[in-house]
């Protein structure tokens, strides 16, 4: 590539790692893994494009009543236990995809902090 073409892609990266919104939604969209984020309740407050397409977008719904098809929090749940922890934990999981087929998965969660915590 030419040097102008050089400058002009490093250019529209910078806009595009600008908009710390934009590069949240830019990162998490790129990654081909299926990822999800819930609240303390376990409702799903966000879902990454390959999840979406995956399961559906189901943001504002618990996690185990989709993802495996419970009516209460899953036994072994890594989730939980990386909020009581504070440490990554890692879980070997049978869910189930939208049709029914049953999908064996690892679930990995870590917890996310704010400034303040």
Do not use: W
Request: aromatic content about 6%; overall charge positive.
């Amino acid at each position: 590539m030419k040097k102008n073409n050089l400058d002009e892609v490093f250019k529209q990266a910078q806009e595009l790692l600008g908009d710390k919104e934009n590069l949240f939604d830019t990162i998490m969209d790129a990654i081909g893994d299926l990822i999800s984020i819930q609240d303390l309740n376990m409702r799903i407050i966000y879902q990454n494009k390959v999840m979406k397409r995956v399961m559906g977008n189901h943001e504002g719904e618990y996690c185990y009543m989709i993802y495996e098809k419970r009516n209460e929090i899953c036994e072994g749940c890594p989730v939980i236990k990386a909020l009581k922890t504070g440490a990554v934990a890692k879980s070997l999981r049978v869910g189930m995809l939208p049709d029914g087929t049953p999908n064996r998965f690892e679930n990995v969660a870590a917890v996310l902090r704010n400034k303040k915590r």
